[in-house]
């Protein structure tokens, strides 16, 4: 009797003649995957405003000749929700849009102390005006506060801005010379073009800037 026989057999290697069209498909692959063209880069577009200070105002001809003033005016507060460089959008009451491709191209706050700034130093009863951080052997007759409470377009073409300001005089124990509340009224955009919606927030800017400057003391100019 012939003993039991256990025969494996093992599958042959594969020869170079086999595995060629395999590495040459891999190839295809690989160079094809390096020519497939890239998704090109997609311009940027976000849009920047900036808040703009009034026309100058023509000098009166009438009246007493006024002291001019010199008058510093401090960093600008402003109510949580605006302190983002997107527009704010009203949509209902309760609701607000930000707008993240239109922005505004500076700090709200910073924007809004420049204007005023540059609407004060238009008018006829101010001499200079200077913004926060003031120098230390600068003079002031009286500096201004102000606190914005609204600043944005809404969807049914509104254009809303309100503020609290204040009138102090530097000088130990003046307090407050005077203030007041500005809501602007009757100004209107079309609720697609922010640029014009930048510009009648900047009206308002210069209204209020002319509430202040009304409030100033009057006082005769020495000769």
Known sequence: MKPNVITRVFPA???????????????LCLLSACTIPLPSAQPDATRYYLLSAAPG???????PTLKRWVVGVRAVAIAPYLETKSFAVRSQANEV???????WG?????????????????????????????????????????RVTACEGATNGEVRFSAGWRILAPTAGAGTVAEGN??????RWDGHDYGQLAAKLSEAVGALSRDVAAALPKEPAKD
């Open 13 to 27: 290697s594969p020869s170079i003649k086999t595995m060629g069209p395999c590495l040459l498909a891999a190839g």
């Open 57 to 63: 105002q023509p000098a009166a001809d009438a009246g």
């Open 97 to 103: 849009i930000f707008l993240d491709s239109t922005r």
């Open 106 to 146: 500076e700090p709200l706050d910073q924007g809004i102390a420049r204007v005023l700034a540059e609407n004060l130093q238009s008018l006829k009863n101010v001499m200079r005006v200077s913004t926060q951080p003031f120098r230390a052997d600068e003079q002031r007759d009286f500096e201004v506060l102000l």
């Open 182 to 187: 500005y809501t602007a009224s009757g100004l």
